[in-house]
């Protein structure tokens, strides 16, 4: 019944820097990601307000004949 405990392996610096660049890289891609979403909404938004604009026009000449 005498274990002995196992302590795990020391962490290096290279650890440290490897963990922190795949970090690093997750957190760009997020950004990226993100970006890539706002960019989409705005062309939409930019979609909806030419065609609001368009139906407008379109009704306001109608009434006027």
Same mark, same amino acid.
């Given at each position: 019944?005498?274990?002995?405990? #196992?302590?795990? =392996?020391?962490?290096?610096? $290279? $650890? ?12 760009? =891609? #997020? &950004? %990226?990601?993100? =970006?890539? $979403? %706002?960019?989409?909404?705005? &062309?939409?938004?930019?979609?909806? &307000?030419?065609?609001? =604009? ?8 109608? %009434? %006027?004949?």
């Amino acid at each position: 019944m005498n274990e002995i405990a #196992q302590s795990p =392996a020391p962490l290096t610096i $290279d $650890d440290v820097r490897r963990k922190a660049t795949h970090i690093q890289d997750m957190a760009e =891609a #997020q &950004v %990226r990601h993100i =970006a890539a $979403d %706002r960019h989409a909404q705005l &062309v939409v938004a930019g979609v909806v &307000v030419v065609l609001a =604009a368009v139906s407008v026009a379109y009704y306001l000449g109608t %009434r %006027r004949r």
